[in-house]
């Protein structure tokens, strides 16, 4: 098999690079996988437009380019990109700011937005930038997901039970519909129910079977036989044909005034397709370039806005619905695509008695596995006691995390929410790596080892061995450099720094080092330094302020000083144990 790589020297076509060495018996899965992938993609397009607060038929406006040009411009074979739960949300919450009220100009700008956060994806792209996704940590992101989640079934709820919505924020609007039950209709309430349970069941038992379809297909014909087109909100007329092409009618102060959010967009697009992109490169032996795949975002927005579309980005669900289905390469978008336009030509009046509420259970089914409660649950259990004793609070730093971008969007909206869960993970990373573990070793067998998990191995009162798990900066030089001090006690004659956990030192942990040999040193402790290598070595030599004596093993600094240090401090009554006794967490 033939697989793409992002290595220059291959010389991978700009356009179309992931069909590069297509092969002809793959045809057949890739047009069962496109078709398969269409029965989803139409009713998740029309609902994923409702969260965005656009007409129906602009999901479907979107996905048609966005395929194309992502197949065009992207490096993975089995990305599904359109219109997505984050992202509609995302639009939502952005053009609510801007356009209140006004339905003509809330269309035009979503558009807008579109367009501009596909311009900076390519710009991005381009400029090589394609690591900022590693700035959003995966317990962030999943937090951020679920909180997002969580909010789009709150939003949803008024149509699925038909009530009136209200209030501000999820919570609010949360509050408003159990205050609003008692007036719930249902026939309505009846309609969206079954229709989510009956998506449920079949995503779980007949998974074969395109569940959204073929419950937006029974919906129709139950409304259409029985006549309750007047008895329930459907979604009504949807203009047939093609959507006007070009920039939206307006100006380019909204432009401007959208590139800012246009960003935080574009990272939460980025970071969920890329992930999904990785996934299946995986699975399926090839790689996918993130620089490759903001310009595919990219060019798939800008598609998009200049279709009179919305913002669009990679799907793993979709995703997942074409590998599963046996997708080869991203011609089975292409067949996704075609099917979508043959849609908007000849089918939109089928959808035109589809319920609200049947397209709100939709929605509900198609976000509610992003509640990922086991992967919130996972990052809770990592803990430990050692982490507890080193870090305290912020031993749960990635469950911290993930809940604070939680929280921050069910209570103050998407973008915001974000910007919470970043900067909590980012203060908590500042924590951590100021208050690094300096753990005392014993001897087993002649490998220095953590002494609090060998307790039953004998230590030497007089010689103290520790290590630092982190690097030695100026974030940390003073934390640990009191952490040995500490540690010490009155029997302490030697204390040997095992250097082999410590990746790098700035001159700010060189300048502790020496400062740290000269307390000691005034307390008849002598002090030196095993194993250290690499930028270590060198930046201890470089700096010449003095320090701990280089040695090449532990055993050779105990051996070399163990004897020729003088008596321990502290031998009469005017000294007390500046720590607890050795061999203590």
């Given at each position: 098999?033939?697989?793409?790589?992002?290595?220059?020297?291959?010389?991978?076509?700009?356009?179309?690079g992931?069909?590069?060495?297509?092969?002809?018996?793959?045809?057949?899965r890739?047009l069962?996988?496109?078709?398969?992938?269409?029965?989803?993609?139409?009713p998740?397009?029309?609902?994923?437009?409702?969260?965005?607060?656009v007409?129906?038929?602009?999901?479907?406006?979107?996905?048609?380019?966005a395929?194309?040009a992502y197949?065009?411009f992207?490096?993975?074979?089995?990305?599904v990109?359109?219109?997505?739960?984050?992202?509609?949300?995302l639009?939502?919450?952005?053009i609510?700011?801007?356009?209140?009220?006004?339905?003509?100009?809330?269309?035009?700008?979503?558009?807008?937005l579109?367009v501009?956060?596909?311009?900076i994806?390519i710009?991005?792209?381009?400029?090589?930038?394609?690591f900022?996704?590693?700035?959003?940590?995966?317990?962030?992101?999943?937090?951020?997901?679920?909180?997002?989640?969580?909010?789009?079934?709150?939003?949803?709820?008024?149509?699925?039970?038909?009530?009136e919505?209200?209030?501000?924020g999820?919570?609010?609007?949360?509050?408003?519909?159990?205050?609003?039950?008692?007036?719930?209709?249902v026939?309505?309430?009846v309609?969206?129910?079954?229709?989510?349970?009956?998506?449920?069941?079949?995503?779980?038992?007949?998974?074969?079977v395109?569940?959204s379809l073929?419950?937006?297909?029974?919906?129709?014909?139950?409304v259409?036989?029985?006549g309750?087109s007047?008895?329930?909100?459907?979604?009504?007329?949807?203009?047939?044909?093609?959507?006007?092409?070009?920039?939206?009618?307006?100006t380019w102060?909204?432009?401007a005034?959208?590139?800012?959010?246009?960003?935080?967009?574009m990272l939460?697009?980025?970071?969920?397709?890329?992930g999904?992109?990785?996934?299946y490169?995986?699975?399926?032996?090839?790689?996918?370039?993130?620089?490759?795949?903001?310009?595919?975002?990219g060019?798939?927005?800008?598609?998009?806005?200049?279709?009179s579309?919305?913002v669009?980005?990679?799907s793993?669900?979709?995703?997942?619905?074409?590998?599963?289905?046996g997708?080869?390469s991203?011609?089975?978008?292409?067949v996704?695509?075609?099917?979508s336009l043959?849609?908007?030509l000849?089918?939109?009046?089928?959808f035109?008695?589809?319920?609200?509420?049947?397209?709100?259970?939709v929605?509900?089914?198609?976000?509610?596995?992003?509640?990922?409660?086991?992967?919130?649950?996972r990052?809770?259990?990592?803990?430990?006691?050692?982490?507890?004793?080193?870090?305290?609070?912020?031993?749960?730093?990635?469950?911290?995390?993930?809940?604070?971008?939680?929280?921050?969007?069910?209570?103050?909206?998407?973008?915001?929410?974000?910007?919470i869960?970043?900067?909590?993970?980012?203060l908590?990373?500042?924590?951590?790596?100021?208050?690094?573990?300096?753990?005392?070793l014993?001897?087993?067998?002649?490998?220095?080892?953590?002494?609090?998990?060998?307790?039953?191995?004998?230590?030497?009162?007089?010689?103290?061995v520790?290590r630092?798990?982190?690097?030695?900066f100026?974030?940390?030089?003073?934390?640990?450099?009191?952490?040995?001090?500490?540690?010490?006690?009155?029997?302490t004659r030697l204390?040997?720094?095992?250097?082999?956990?410590?990746?790098?030192?700035?001159?700010?942990?060189?300048t502790?080092?020496?400062?740290?040999?000269?307390?000691?040193a005034?307390?008849?402790?002598?002090?030196?330094?095993?194993g250290?290598?690499g930028?270590?070595?060198?930046v201890?030599?470089?700096?010449?302020?003095?320090?701990?004596?280089?040695?090449?093993?532990?055993?050779?600094a105990?051996?070399?000083?163990g004897?020729?240090?003088?008596?321990?401090?502290g031998?009469?009554?005017?000294?007390?144990?500046?720590?607890?006794?050795?061999?203590?967490?």
């Open positions: 098999m033939s697989t793409p790589t992002t290595d220059a020297s291959t010389r991978t076509p700009l356009l179309f992931s069909l590069r060495g297509y092969q002809g018996q793959w045809l057949r890739d069962l996988a496109g078709m398969t992938v269409w029965a989803v993609m139409v998740e397009a029309f609902a994923y437009a409702t969260i965005a607060g007409p129906p038929v602009v999901g479907l406006y979107a996905a048609v380019p395929l194309i197949a065009a992207g490096s993975s074979r089995h990305l990109v359109g219109p997505m739960s984050a992202t509609a949300a639009s939502a919450a952005t609510a700011a801007f356009a209140p009220g006004d339905a003509a100009a809330y269309i035009a700008l979503t558009t807008v579109a501009v956060t596909g311009v994806a710009l991005a792209g381009l400029a090589r930038l394609g900022v996704a590693t700035f959003i940590s995966e317990p962030v992101l999943k937090g951020f997901i679920v909180g997002l989640a969580l909010t789009i079934i709150i939003g949803q709820l008024p149509k699925l039970f038909g009530v919505g209200g209030g501000e999820a919570i609010g609007k949360f509050l408003h519909v159990v205050g609003d039950l008692g007036d719930l209709s026939l309505t309430t309609f969206g129910v079954v229709s989510l349970l009956i998506v449920l069941a079949l995503k779980r038992w007949l998974p074969v395109p569940a073929a419950v937006v297909l029974v919906g129709i014909g139950v259409h036989v029985f309750l007047d008895r329930l909100d459907v979604v009504g007329e949807i203009d047939p044909g093609l959507p006007s092409l070009g920039l939206p009618s307006t102060g909204d432009y005034q959208l590139a800012g959010p246009a960003v935080g967009v939460i697009a980025f970071a969920e397709g890329l999904a992109a990785k996934t490169a995986a699975r399926n032996g090839y790689e996918v370039d993130a620089n490759r795949e903001l310009i595919g975002l060019a798939a927005n800008l598609g998009s806005g200049l279709a579309g919305m669009v980005n990679g793993l669900s979709k995703t997942a619905v074409n590998g599963s289905a997708a080869r991203q011609v089975s978008g292409l996704v695509a075609a099917l043959v849609t908007l000849f089918l939109t009046a089928l035109e008695e589809l319920p609200e509420t049947v397209l709100a259970a929605v509900i089914s198609a976000v509610i596995e992003m509640v990922d409660t086991k992967a919130l649950a990052l809770y259990r990592v803990w430990t006691p050692r982490l507890r004793s080193t870090y305290g609070r912020a031993a749960r730093a990635d469950f911290i995390g993930a809940m604070a971008a939680l929280l921050g969007v069910l209570i103050f909206d998407t973008l915001p929410g974000l910007i869960g970043i900067v909590t993970s980012i908590l990373l500042i924590y951590r790596a100021s208050r690094p573990s300096v753990r005392p014993t001897d087993v067998d002649g490998n220095w080892v953590d002494a609090q998990a060998h307790p039953d191995h004998p230590v030497d009162p007089a010689v103290l520790v630092i798990e982190s690097g030695l100026f974030a940390n030089a003073d934390h640990v450099k009191d952490e040995i001090r500490r540690r010490c006690t009155r029997e204390v040997v720094l095992d250097d082999q956990t410590t990746p790098f030192v700035d001159v700010s942990g060189a502790a080092l020496a400062e740290l040999n000269d307390t000691l005034r307390d008849g402790i002598a002090f030196a330094i095993a250290n290598i930028q270590v070595r060198d201890l030599r470089a700096d010449q302020s003095g320090g701990p004596r280089p040695f090449v093993t532990v055993a050779e105990i051996g070399s000083l004897a020729d240090s003088g008596p321990g401090p031998s009469g009554s005017e000294r007390s144990p500046s720590g607890p006794e050795r061999g203590e967490p």
